[in-house]
């Protein structure tokens, strides 16, 4: 059994993945890790990316790291769930290079609309919290799905309608407080 995945933990993996990088190379890191090092989350079950370019050199550590740091990595990210939102790489944040490996977090949009497209408890929660502290936005989260619409007939798992109102649930809740006192 693997144990929980805190930030340190985090940050040493992504540590020794960009020491293994032998070429220029992006990981986008999703779920849990973004929740982890945004920080409304303590510690996650496993390191969810999407590596680009894909390389053999860095997929080939992973088995490896993974015994090594006792840890879950998964290669997982909303494009496996949703539909490619355009501008998607320009939205990702910037977390850290390490050596020729930059590190960001894939696009807060699109990880929002995929994890309500899931709609699990824990997604949901992760999605009002990044309303409430400000990292996306409704109005254009509502804009976003509208763009992505068109191409669903690519994910035969996506229900249209009952994820529209997934969406329209998860926005009308009242929004949470992040503030220390609330």
């Known amino acids: 059994m693997r144990r929980d995945l805190d930030r340190d933990?985090?940050?040493e993996f992504l540590a020794a993945l960009g020491r293994v990088a032998r070429e220029p190379a992006t990981v986008y890191l999703t779920g849990g890790a973004t929740a982890v090092l945004h920080g409304w989350r303590n510690a996650t079950v496993d390191v969810d990316l999407k590596l680009e370019p894909e390389s053999?050199?860095?997929?080939?550590?992973?088995?490896?790291?993974?015994?090594e740091l006792q840890l879950n990595v998964?290669?997982?990210s909303p494009d496996g769930f949703v539909p490619e939102l355009a501008g998607w790489r320009e939205r990702s944040p910037f977390v850290a290079q390490q050596g020729r490996l930059?590190?960001?977090?894939?696009d807060l949009y699109s990880q929002a609309l995929a994890k309500i497209e899931r709609g699990h408890a824990r997604d949901?929660?992760?999605v009002r919290e990044m309303l409430a502290r400000g990292l996306v936005d409704a109005a254009r989260l509502r804009v976003l799905?509208?763009?992505?619409?068109?191409?669903?007939y690519?994910?035969?798992?996506?229900?249209?309608?009952t994820f529209r109102r997934a969406l329209e649930f998860v926005l009308e809740e009242p929004p949470i407080d992040c503030s220390e006192d609330g």
């Not at 080939?60 to 015994?67: G, N």
């Not at 799905?145 to 669903?152: D, K, L, N, T, V």
């Not at 994910?155 to 309608?161: E, G, I, K, Q």
């Open 9 to 11: 933990r985090l940050l």
């Open 56 to 67: 053999d050199t860095l997929l080939r550590a992973l088995p490896r790291l993974k015994e």
């Open 74 to 76: 998964e290669l997982a």
């Open 102 to 106: 930059t590190v960001r977090h894939y």
């Open 124 to 126: 949901l929660l992760d």
């Open 145 to 152: 799905f509208a763009e992505m619409e068109p191409s669903f």
């Open 154 to 161: 690519k994910y035969p798992a996506v229900d249209p309608p």
